[in-house]
Protein backbone atom coordinates (compact mmCIF):
# COMPACT_ATOMS: atom_id res chain seq x y z
CA UNK A 1 0.00 0.00 0.00
CA UNK A 2 1.05 3.54 -0.93
CA UNK A 3 1.29 6.31 1.60
CA UNK A 4 -1.89 7.61 0.49
CA UNK A 5 -3.67 4.64 1.05
CA UNK A 6 -3.14 4.79 4.60
CA UNK A 7 -6.55 4.95 6.27
CA UNK A 8 -5.28 8.50 8.11
CA UNK A 9 -8.26 10.20 9.05
CA UNK A 10 -9.46 6.87 11.11
CA UNK A 11 -5.83 6.83 13.04
CA UNK A 12 -6.32 10.57 14.46
CA UNK A 13 -8.12 9.26 17.47
CA UNK A 14 -6.25 6.45 18.12
CA UNK A 15 -3.98 5.34 20.82
CA UNK A 16 -0.36 5.11 19.21
CA UNK A 17 1.72 3.67 19.04
CA UNK A 18 -0.20 0.96 17.16
CA UNK A 19 0.41 -1.89 14.70
CA UNK A 20 -1.39 -1.62 11.65
CA UNK A 21 -1.78 -4.97 9.32
CA UNK A 22 -3.08 -5.03 5.47
CA UNK A 23 -4.82 -7.81 5.52
CA UNK A 24 -5.51 -7.81 1.84
CA UNK A 25 -2.03 -7.70 1.28
CA UNK A 26 -1.37 -10.65 3.50
CA UNK A 27 -3.76 -12.05 1.44
CA UNK A 28 -1.96 -11.56 -1.75
CA UNK A 29 1.23 -12.27 -0.47
CA UNK A 30 -0.29 -16.03 0.49
CA UNK A 31 -2.14 -16.35 -2.63
CA UNK A 32 1.56 -15.54 -4.17
CA UNK A 33 3.05 -18.40 -2.13
CA UNK A 34 0.68 -21.19 -2.83
CA UNK A 35 0.43 -20.64 -6.66
CA UNK A 36 3.86 -21.10 -6.79
CA UNK A 37 5.33 -23.42 -4.79
CA UNK A 38 1.76 -25.80 -6.05
CA UNK A 39 3.62 -25.17 -9.52
CA UNK A 40 6.19 -28.05 -8.25
CA UNK A 41 5.17 -31.34 -6.95
CA UNK A 42 5.51 -32.10 -3.36
CA UNK A 43 6.56 -28.71 -1.50
CA UNK A 44 4.86 -27.90 1.82
CA UNK A 45 5.13 -24.54 3.01
CA UNK A 46 5.25 -23.97 6.84
CA UNK A 47 4.61 -20.51 8.25
CA UNK A 48 7.74 -19.83 10.71
CA UNK A 49 5.22 -18.34 13.89
CA UNK A 50 8.07 -16.08 15.48
CA UNK A 51 7.99 -13.48 13.09
CA UNK A 52 4.42 -12.60 14.05
CA UNK A 53 2.43 -14.61 16.05
CA UNK A 54 -0.74 -12.41 16.18
CA UNK A 55 -3.87 -14.29 16.40
CA UNK A 56 -5.88 -12.87 13.80
CA UNK A 57 -2.39 -13.19 11.54
CA UNK A 58 -1.78 -16.57 12.42
CA UNK A 59 -6.01 -17.65 11.69
CA UNK A 60 -5.46 -16.19 8.05
CA UNK A 61 -2.22 -17.94 7.16
CA UNK A 62 -3.98 -21.03 8.52
CA UNK A 63 -6.87 -20.20 6.57
CA UNK A 64 -4.52 -20.26 3.16
CA UNK A 65 -3.72 -23.56 4.10
CA UNK A 66 0.29 -23.15 5.41
CA UNK A 67 1.47 -25.06 8.01
CA UNK A 68 3.42 -23.98 11.43
CA UNK A 69 7.16 -23.50 12.15
CA UNK A 70 7.59 -23.54 15.62
CA UNK A 71 10.57 -22.77 17.93
CA UNK A 72 8.81 -23.10 21.49
CA UNK A 73 6.05 -24.43 23.56
CA UNK A 74 4.25 -21.31 23.73
CA UNK A 75 4.14 -21.05 19.70
CA UNK A 76 3.02 -24.65 19.54
CA UNK A 77 0.10 -23.71 21.76
CA UNK A 78 -0.50 -20.72 19.55
CA UNK A 79 -0.50 -22.54 16.61
CA UNK A 80 -2.77 -25.47 17.73
CA UNK A 81 -5.39 -22.28 19.01
CA UNK A 82 -5.18 -20.45 15.58
CA UNK A 83 -6.22 -24.16 14.19
CA UNK A 84 -3.42 -25.30 12.62
CA UNK A 85 -3.44 -29.04 12.04
CA UNK A 86 -1.05 -31.05 14.51
CA UNK A 87 -0.43 -33.11 11.41
CA UNK A 88 1.25 -29.67 9.38
CA UNK A 89 3.68 -28.50 13.25
CA UNK A 90 7.52 -28.72 13.13
CA UNK A 91 8.77 -28.08 15.86
CA UNK A 92 12.63 -26.69 15.52
CA UNK A 93 15.05 -25.43 18.62
CA UNK A 94 18.74 -25.57 20.24
CA UNK A 95 16.68 -25.75 23.31
CA UNK A 96 13.57 -27.66 23.99
CA UNK A 97 12.77 -28.34 27.42
CA UNK A 98 10.80 -31.49 28.53
CA UNK A 99 7.05 -29.86 28.75
CA UNK A 100 7.64 -28.45 25.44
CA UNK A 101 8.68 -32.02 23.97
CA UNK A 102 5.69 -33.56 26.16
CA UNK A 103 3.58 -30.75 24.78
CA UNK A 104 4.78 -31.95 20.93
CA UNK A 105 4.53 -35.08 21.66
CA UNK A 106 0.55 -34.86 23.43
CA UNK A 107 -0.21 -33.06 20.28
CA UNK A 108 1.55 -35.62 17.77
CA UNK A 109 3.27 -33.11 15.89
CA UNK A 110 4.39 -33.98 12.00
CA UNK A 111 8.10 -33.58 13.31
CA UNK A 112 10.88 -32.65 16.16
CA UNK A 113 13.55 -30.68 14.14
CA UNK A 114 16.44 -32.56 16.78
CA UNK A 115 19.58 -30.20 16.90
CA UNK A 116 22.11 -32.30 19.06
CA UNK A 117 22.30 -36.16 20.36
CA UNK A 118 21.86 -35.34 23.80
CA UNK A 119 18.13 -33.87 23.04
CA UNK A 120 17.50 -36.73 20.97
CA UNK A 121 18.06 -39.22 23.65
CA UNK A 122 15.42 -36.80 25.95
CA UNK A 123 12.53 -36.79 23.16
CA UNK A 124 13.26 -40.98 23.03
CA UNK A 125 12.66 -41.26 26.73
CA UNK A 126 9.78 -39.04 26.86
CA UNK A 127 7.83 -40.76 23.81
CA UNK A 128 8.88 -44.01 25.84
CA UNK A 129 7.43 -43.02 29.02
CA UNK A 130 4.27 -41.95 26.69
CA UNK A 131 4.25 -44.99 24.94
CA UNK A 132 4.82 -42.76 21.61
CA UNK A 133 7.24 -42.92 18.89
CA UNK A 134 8.33 -39.20 18.31
CA UNK A 135 8.87 -38.52 13.83
CA UNK A 136 12.29 -36.73 14.37
CA UNK A 137 14.49 -34.93 11.60
CA UNK A 138 17.78 -33.80 12.12
CA UNK A 139 19.10 -30.17 11.61
CA UNK A 140 22.10 -29.95 10.06
CA UNK A 141 24.61 -27.37 9.70
CA UNK A 142 25.22 -26.96 6.37
CA UNK A 143 28.04 -24.47 6.63
CA UNK A 144 26.70 -22.40 3.93
CA UNK A 145 26.90 -18.77 4.75
CA UNK A 146 24.37 -16.20 3.73
CA UNK A 147 24.71 -13.00 2.25
CA UNK A 148 22.96 -10.88 5.02
CA UNK A 149 23.71 -9.29 8.10
CA UNK A 150 25.89 -11.29 10.79
CA UNK A 151 23.74 -11.42 13.24
CA UNK A 152 20.84 -13.12 11.28
CA UNK A 153 23.20 -16.11 9.85
CA UNK A 154 22.02 -19.29 11.30
CA UNK A 155 24.11 -22.04 8.80
CA UNK A 156 27.66 -21.79 9.30
CA UNK A 157 29.91 -24.11 11.43
CA UNK A 158 30.39 -21.23 14.22
CA UNK A 159 26.68 -20.84 14.67
CA UNK A 160 25.26 -22.61 17.64
CA UNK A 161 22.09 -24.33 15.39
CA UNK A 162 22.16 -27.82 14.10
CA UNK A 163 24.27 -30.83 14.18
CA UNK A 164 27.56 -30.66 12.02
CA UNK A 165 26.97 -32.32 8.88
CA UNK A 166 29.82 -34.40 8.95
CA UNK A 167 27.75 -36.10 11.42
CA UNK A 168 25.15 -37.02 10.21
CA UNK A 169 25.37 -40.80 9.78
CA UNK A 170 26.62 -41.16 12.89
CA UNK A 171 23.68 -39.11 14.36
CA UNK A 172 21.04 -40.96 11.61
CA UNK A 173 22.79 -44.67 12.89
CA UNK A 174 22.63 -43.86 16.83
CA UNK A 175 18.51 -42.91 16.47
CA UNK A 176 17.81 -45.68 14.27
CA UNK A 177 19.44 -47.03 17.32
CA UNK A 178 16.45 -46.10 20.04
CA UNK A 179 12.91 -47.25 19.66
CA UNK A 180 11.04 -44.43 20.18
CA UNK A 181 12.36 -42.22 17.51
CA UNK A 182 11.73 -42.42 13.80
CA UNK A 183 14.18 -40.60 11.49
CA UNK A 184 11.80 -39.09 8.70
CA UNK A 185 14.10 -35.96 7.41
CA UNK A 186 16.66 -33.94 7.21
CA UNK A 187 16.69 -30.05 8.10
CA UNK A 188 18.72 -26.94 7.14
CA UNK A 189 17.92 -23.24 7.62
CA UNK A 190 20.70 -20.78 6.76
CA UNK A 191 19.47 -17.05 7.87
CA UNK A 192 17.32 -14.67 7.13
CA UNK A 193 16.66 -11.68 4.88
CA UNK A 194 18.35 -13.54 1.80
CA UNK A 195 17.66 -12.27 -2.04
CA UNK A 196 20.62 -13.84 -3.17
CA UNK A 197 19.21 -17.13 -4.97
CA UNK A 198 22.77 -18.33 -5.21
CA UNK A 199 22.61 -18.34 -1.16
CA UNK A 200 19.81 -21.14 -1.58
CA UNK A 201 21.03 -22.52 -4.50
CA UNK A 202 24.78 -23.44 -2.26
CA UNK A 203 22.10 -25.00 -0.16
CA UNK A 204 20.35 -27.37 -2.82
CA UNK A 205 23.91 -28.39 -3.65
CA UNK A 206 25.06 -29.38 -0.12
CA UNK A 207 21.82 -31.09 0.41
CA UNK A 208 21.95 -33.11 -2.73
CA UNK A 209 25.68 -34.08 -1.74
CA UNK A 210 24.17 -35.23 1.72
CA UNK A 211 21.71 -36.92 0.06
CA UNK A 212 24.02 -39.32 -2.36
CA UNK A 213 25.92 -39.68 0.71
CA UNK A 214 22.57 -41.40 2.84
CA UNK A 215 22.51 -43.53 -0.54
CA UNK A 216 25.53 -45.27 -0.05
CA UNK A 217 24.31 -46.36 3.13
CA UNK A 218 21.01 -47.16 1.66
CA UNK A 219 19.47 -44.67 3.79
CA UNK A 220 16.71 -42.47 2.62
CA UNK A 221 14.68 -40.02 3.91
CA UNK A 222 10.65 -38.71 3.67
CA UNK A 223 11.11 -35.39 3.66
CA UNK A 224 13.64 -32.23 3.09
CA UNK A 225 13.12 -29.44 4.95
CA UNK A 226 14.82 -25.74 3.53
CA UNK A 227 14.21 -23.62 6.58
CA UNK A 228 13.14 -20.15 5.08
CA UNK A 229 15.39 -17.26 5.07
CA UNK A 230 13.90 -15.35 1.98
CA UNK A 231 14.06 -11.25 2.41
CA UNK A 232 11.99 -8.70 1.64
CA UNK A 233 12.69 -5.47 -0.13
CA UNK A 234 13.04 -2.96 2.94
CA UNK A 235 13.81 -0.30 0.75
CA UNK A 236 10.45 0.33 -1.83
CA UNK A 237 7.74 -1.63 0.32
CA UNK A 238 5.13 0.35 -1.90
CA UNK A 239 7.08 -0.78 -5.40
CA UNK A 240 7.75 -4.61 -4.41
CA UNK A 241 5.04 -5.79 -2.05
CA UNK A 242 4.91 -9.13 -2.53
CA UNK A 243 8.57 -11.18 -2.66
CA UNK A 244 9.97 -12.89 -5.47
CA UNK A 245 8.36 -16.24 -4.63
CA UNK A 246 8.92 -17.58 -8.65
CA UNK A 247 12.06 -17.54 -8.30
CA UNK A 248 12.67 -18.58 -4.59
CA UNK A 249 10.46 -21.96 -5.24
CA UNK A 250 11.99 -22.31 -8.59
CA UNK A 251 15.64 -22.39 -7.53
CA UNK A 252 14.31 -25.15 -5.53
CA UNK A 253 12.76 -27.12 -8.27
CA UNK A 254 15.42 -27.02 -10.26
CA UNK A 255 18.44 -27.14 -8.04
CA UNK A 256 17.37 -29.69 -5.36
CA UNK A 257 17.65 -33.30 -6.27
CA UNK A 258 14.35 -34.84 -4.61
CA UNK A 259 14.19 -38.46 -4.92
CA UNK A 260 10.51 -39.91 -5.70
CA UNK A 261 7.88 -39.48 -2.87
CA UNK A 262 10.14 -37.42 -1.13
CA UNK A 263 8.66 -33.61 0.17
CA UNK A 264 10.38 -30.39 0.34
CA UNK A 265 9.38 -28.60 3.32
CA UNK A 266 9.79 -24.27 3.43
CA UNK A 267 9.84 -22.53 6.61
CA UNK A 268 9.20 -18.99 5.28
CA UNK A 269 8.49 -16.24 8.05
CA UNK A 270 9.49 -12.64 6.76
CA UNK A 271 8.55 -13.01 3.45
CA UNK A 272 4.67 -13.80 4.68
CA UNK A 273 3.99 -10.86 6.80
CA UNK A 274 7.11 -7.82 6.81
CA UNK A 275 5.52 -5.95 4.15
CA UNK A 276 1.88 -5.95 5.36
CA UNK A 277 2.79 -4.14 8.73
CA UNK A 278 3.44 -0.61 9.23
CA UNK A 279 4.29 0.79 13.05
CA UNK A 280 1.96 3.88 13.32
CA UNK A 281 3.52 6.45 15.58
CA UNK A 282 2.82 9.94 16.38
CA UNK A 283 5.29 12.90 16.28
CA UNK A 284 5.89 13.97 19.85
CA UNK A 285 8.15 17.29 19.56
CA UNK A 286 10.51 18.64 16.85
CA UNK A 287 13.84 19.01 18.47
CA UNK A 288 16.62 21.27 16.76
CA UNK A 289 20.20 20.56 18.05
CA UNK A 290 23.17 22.58 16.47
CA UNK A 291 23.33 20.01 13.92
CA UNK A 292 20.33 18.30 13.16
CA UNK A 293 16.88 17.93 13.59
CA UNK A 294 15.20 15.28 15.31
CA UNK A 295 11.71 14.57 15.13
CA UNK A 296 10.62 12.46 18.29
CA UNK A 297 8.07 10.24 18.27
CA UNK A 298 6.16 8.19 20.66
CA UNK A 299 7.42 4.72 19.45
CA UNK A 300 10.71 3.35 20.64
CA UNK A 301 13.00 -0.03 20.28
CA UNK A 302 10.25 -1.35 22.93
CA UNK A 303 7.89 -1.63 19.69
CA UNK A 304 10.31 -2.34 17.45
CA UNK A 305 13.43 -3.33 17.98
CA UNK A 306 15.11 -4.07 14.61
CA UNK A 307 17.12 -0.84 14.13
CA UNK A 308 18.63 -1.11 17.07
CA UNK A 309 19.65 -4.44 17.21
CA UNK A 310 20.57 -5.18 13.70
CA UNK A 311 20.94 -1.45 12.44
CA UNK A 312 17.95 -2.84 10.10
CA UNK A 313 16.37 -0.43 7.65
CA UNK A 314 12.89 0.77 7.79
CA UNK A 315 11.38 3.06 5.14
CA UNK A 316 9.22 5.54 6.81
CA UNK A 317 6.44 8.14 5.63
CA UNK A 318 4.92 10.95 7.11
CA UNK A 319 1.34 10.66 6.75
CA UNK A 320 0.15 13.69 7.85
CA UNK A 321 2.24 16.33 5.74
CA UNK A 322 2.66 16.63 2.23
CA UNK A 323 4.65 19.72 2.58
CA UNK A 324 8.92 20.09 1.29
CA UNK A 325 11.06 17.08 3.14
CA UNK A 326 13.35 18.17 5.33
CA UNK A 327 16.36 16.16 6.83
CA UNK A 328 15.40 14.71 9.97
CA UNK A 329 16.92 11.55 12.67
CA UNK A 330 13.60 9.29 13.98
CA UNK A 331 14.31 9.01 17.67
CA UNK A 332 12.16 7.44 20.47
CA UNK A 333 11.43 8.24 23.91
CA UNK A 334 13.44 5.22 25.61
CA UNK A 335 16.43 6.26 27.84
CA UNK A 336 18.90 4.64 25.56
CA UNK A 337 21.29 5.68 22.56
CA UNK A 338 20.62 3.15 20.57
CA UNK A 339 16.55 4.37 20.25
CA UNK A 340 16.89 5.40 16.96
CA UNK A 341 14.24 4.44 13.62
CA UNK A 342 16.43 6.29 11.13
CA UNK A 343 19.34 8.92 10.70
CA UNK A 344 19.42 11.81 8.42
CA UNK A 345 16.29 10.95 6.65
CA UNK A 346 14.50 13.42 4.20
CA UNK A 347 10.25 13.37 5.70
CA UNK A 348 7.46 16.00 4.16
CA UNK A 349 7.86 18.88 6.90
CA UNK A 350 7.35 17.30 10.13
CA UNK A 351 5.17 18.67 13.31
CA UNK A 352 3.96 18.06 16.28
CA UNK A 353 1.16 15.06 15.95
CA UNK A 354 2.18 14.31 12.36
CA UNK A 355 1.39 10.52 12.05
CA UNK A 356 4.61 8.55 10.83
CA UNK A 357 4.31 4.92 9.38
CA UNK A 358 7.48 2.89 9.64
CA UNK A 359 7.42 0.48 6.79
CA UNK A 360 7.93 -3.73 6.52
CA UNK A 361 7.16 -3.95 10.31
CA UNK A 362 4.84 -7.18 10.24
CA UNK A 363 8.07 -9.57 11.01
CA UNK A 364 10.14 -9.43 14.23
CA UNK A 365 8.14 -6.08 15.15
CA UNK A 366 4.84 -7.23 17.00
CA UNK A 367 6.47 -10.23 18.27
CA UNK A 368 9.80 -8.67 19.90
CA UNK A 369 8.20 -5.96 21.84
CA UNK A 370 9.08 -5.44 25.45
CA UNK A 371 7.96 -3.12 28.10
CA UNK A 372 11.31 -2.27 29.27
CA UNK A 373 10.96 1.41 30.47
CA UNK A 374 6.96 -0.12 31.73
CA UNK A 375 5.69 0.58 28.52
CA UNK A 376 2.78 -0.67 27.33
CA UNK A 377 3.22 -3.48 24.33
CA UNK A 378 1.31 -1.76 21.51
CA UNK A 379 -1.93 -2.94 19.83
CA UNK A 380 -2.34 -4.95 16.08
CA UNK A 381 -4.89 -3.65 14.33
CA UNK A 382 -6.36 -5.62 10.97
CA UNK A 383 -7.19 -2.82 8.09
CA UNK A 384 -10.83 -4.86 7.80
CA UNK A 385 -11.79 -4.13 11.43
CA UNK A 386 -11.03 -0.28 11.74
C1 LIG B 1 13.56 -18.04 11.97
C2 LIG B 1 13.42 -19.35 11.33
C3 LIG B 1 12.74 -19.44 10.11
C4 LIG B 1 12.15 -18.26 9.38
O1 LIG B 1 13.09 -17.37 8.91
P1 LIG B 1 12.65 -16.17 7.95
O2 LIG B 1 13.93 -15.52 7.61
O3 LIG B 1 11.75 -15.27 8.72
O4 LIG B 1 11.97 -16.77 6.76
C5 LIG B 1 12.60 -20.70 9.56
N1 LIG B 1 13.11 -21.80 10.17
C6 LIG B 1 13.77 -21.73 11.34
C7 LIG B 1 14.28 -22.97 11.95
C8 LIG B 1 13.95 -20.50 11.95
O5 LIG B 1 14.61 -20.45 13.11
New binding site residues.
Partial sequence: MTKGQFPTAKFQDMQTPFYYYDTELLRETLRAINSEAQKHDGFCVHY?V??NANPRILRIIREAGLGA?C?SGGEIEASVKAGFPSTKIVY?GVGKSDWEINLGLDNDIFCFNVESIPELEVINGLAAAKGKVARVAFRLNPNVGAHTHANITTGLAENKFGIDMRDMLKVIEEAQGMANVKVVGLHF?IG??ILDMGDFEALCNRVNDLQLELERHQIRVDHINV????GVDYQHPNRVSIPDFKSYFDTYAKKLKLRPGQTLHF?????VVAQCGSLITRTLYIKEGSVKKFAIVDAGFTDLIRPALYQAYHKIENLSSEEEPDTYDVVGPICESTDVFAKQIDLNCTHRGDLLAIRSAG?YGEIMASQYNCRRLPTGYMSDEI
Wanted: charged share 20%; no cysteine; glycine share 22%.
Fill in positions: AKADVAHSQGGGLELGRAA
